[in-house]
């Protein structure tokens, strides 16, 4: 079994800034990407951005409510653990934030789709303010 563990969540005002961590653990298992995904009071579960380990390749969605150049996600291949840093925050980012685990590619399967991922999180909540 692995194990995910979100944590850095909290309430910050609009325009401050929050660092996720996502920690995986358990059983020997070749993780090749985690990422953050998360859900908006009454919306769908959204991909925000993913940790490639294999040349440490980073993926940021293309949503019209962008988070590029607001999120950075980075990793830390010692610890098996990636960080989401997250600037100039926005009450639209209010949601709560998963950390998921892909252990394998299978070819035509996205980075960004919830199916791909195997492991899940609990979640964190991110509650931005006015």
């Known amino acids: 079994q692995v194990q995910v563990v979100e944590s850095g969540g909290g309430l910050v005002q609009a325009g401050g800034s929050l660092r996720l961590s996502c920690a995986a653990s358990?059983?020997?298992?070749?993780?090749?990407?985690m990422g953050w995904f998360r859900r908006a009071p009454g919306k769908e579960r959204e991909f925000v951005a993913a940790?490639?380990?294999?040349?440490?390749?980073?993926?940021?969605?293309d949503s019209a409510d962008s988070v590029k150049g607001r999120f950075t996600i980075s990793g830390d291949n010692a610890k098996n653990t990636v960080y989401l840093q997250m600037n100039s925050l926005k009450r639209e980012d209010t949601a709560v934030y998963y950390c998921?685990?892909?252990?394998?590619?299978?070819?035509?399967?996205?980075?960004?789709?919830?199916?791909?991922?195997?492991?899940w999180g609990q979640g964190t909540q991110v509650t931005v303010s006015s």
């Open positions: 998921a685990v892909r252990t394998g590619v299978i070819i035509g399967t996205s980075v960004t789709a919830t199916a791909s991922y195997d492991y």
């Open positions: 358990g059983r020997t298992f070749s993780s090749y990407h």
């Open positions: 940790f490639g380990w294999s040349a440490a390749r980073t993926y940021y969605t």
